[in-house]
């Protein structure tokens, strides 16, 4: 059994650039960017990011032209794919992309997503403040190698 699938969580580099295929059908090519923060062996924060190039088909190309733009969050399910073509300079070139099956859009970056505010969730009559709205701090992982079992 063989498995292509790929699932990625980042932000828009560019906005979504809409075509149409010749049969009508919309397509949107979007780019992504994930980053990832690890400790070296030495402990010294690191950090690297991947840029992917997305290709929506249909009625999500539409929407996705329609609601994203530079910088939104984005989730991206779907496939790894390969295109190969001769450039103009009769150099073989070659483009991997994700085919998207599904676009998720993340929060709006104003802060305006799908989540009441604490003030207007909490009952009436209530005198207390609503409580700050702190980041999460996540703690230091430490993994030894050594208990990884396999």
């Known amino acids: 059994m063989f498995l292509n699938k790929a699932i990625i969580i980042g932000n828009l580099t560019r906005d979504p650039e809409l075509r149409s295929?010749?049969?009508g059908v919309q397509v949107a090519t979007i780019g992504v960017a994930?980053?990832?923060v690890w400790k070296d062996k030495n402990g010294v924060k690191q950090e690297s990011a991947d840029f992917h190039n997305v290709v929506v088909f249909g009625r999500q190309a539409e929407t996705s032209a329609q609601y994203l733009k530079k910088g939104a969050?984005?989730?991206v399910e779907g496939r790894m794919q390969?295109?190969?073509w001769d450039g103009a300079d009769g150099q073989k070139k070659y483009r991997t992309e994700i085919v998207a099956d599904r676009i998720q859009f993340g929060p709006r970056a104003g802060g305006a997503g799908g989540a009441a505010p604490a003030a207007q969730s909490a009952p009436k009559g209530d005198d207390q403040p609503a409580p700050p709205n702190d980041t999460i701090e996540y703690p230091e992982e430490n993994i030894n190698v050594d208990d990884i079992p396999f």
């Open 82 to 84: 390969t295109r190969s």
């Open 34 to 36: 994930t980053n990832r």
């Open 21 to 23: 295929l010749p049969s």
């Open 73 to 75: 969050s984005v989730l």
